[in-house]
């Protein structure tokens, strides 16, 4: 479990089923009211594209990713 103002570009979260990229984010003050994360998340499955606005201590579920390269050799 993560918090919401530890998102970064690159993190996934697990949310709504599914698991998400973030691709933008924004740590917004208001001069009236709570601090929250604008973001802009991208779905690992199938591409959509959501913005999402989270309440700063927003607990969200955290997804471990691993990048391996790997090299095709077709005959």
């Not at 697990?14 to 698991?19: H, K, V």
């Not at 913005?51 to 077709?74: A, C, I, M, N, S």
Request: positive net charge.
């Amino acid at each position: 479990m993560i918090n919401s103002q530890e998102i970064k570009k690159g993190t996934c979260i697990r949310m709504d089923g599914g698991i998400w990229k973030c691709i933008w984010f924004e740590h917004r003050k208001p001069g009236k009211g709570n601090t929250v994360m604008n973001t802009k998340l991208k779905n690992v499955a199938d591409g959509r594209v959501l913005d999402r606005t989270f309440q700063v201590g927003f607990k969200l579920d955290d997804v471990r990713v691993e990048h391996r390269p790997y090299q095709y050799l077709y005959e």
